[in-house]
Structures are given as C-alpha cells and as structure tokens.
C-alpha cells in the first residue's frame, strides 16, 4: 500500500511539475524568482498563491470559468 503522505520528489511528480509551470508563469508574467533579475521581484503571497493554483492545475483539481461562446 503506498502512503500518500510521502512526499515525491520526482522529476515527474505533481509537485516538480507544478514547481516548473510556476516558473513558466512568473517568465510570461515578468516576475522574478530570484533577487538576479531585473524583473518585478515576486513576493511571498505571489509564490505560495502562484505554486498552489499550479498544484490544483497539475492535479485536475482547478475550478475556473470556462469563456462562454
């Protein structure tokens, strides 16, 4: 039985995933992760907010409007 409460760290777990579809947002949104750039530096509220809704979208777990047409 796997427990769920294990953490994985995979290259290909949910978490790294959503890691990385959060630095893809932060480049097309001209936020900075890092104190490096020349970018508008995110803040804390940013990240966690930012890494959570990547989570809920790597996971199907997003609810959001779809655009009526």
């Known amino acids: ?40 530096m995110a803040t804390r509220k940013w990240i966690l907010d930012a890494y959570a809704e990547s989570l809920d979208a790597v996971r199907a777990n997003r609810r959001y409007n779809k655009p009526q047409t």
Do not use: F, T
Request: proline content about 2%; glycine content about 8%; charged content about 30%.
């Open 1 to 40: 039985m796997v427990d769920r409460s294990v953490l994985q760290a995979g290259e290909n777990s949910p978490e790294h995933v959503a890691y990385r579809l959060m630095e893809c947002i932060a480049d097309v949104e001209g936020i900075s992760l890092s104190k490096s750039g020349k970018e508008k």
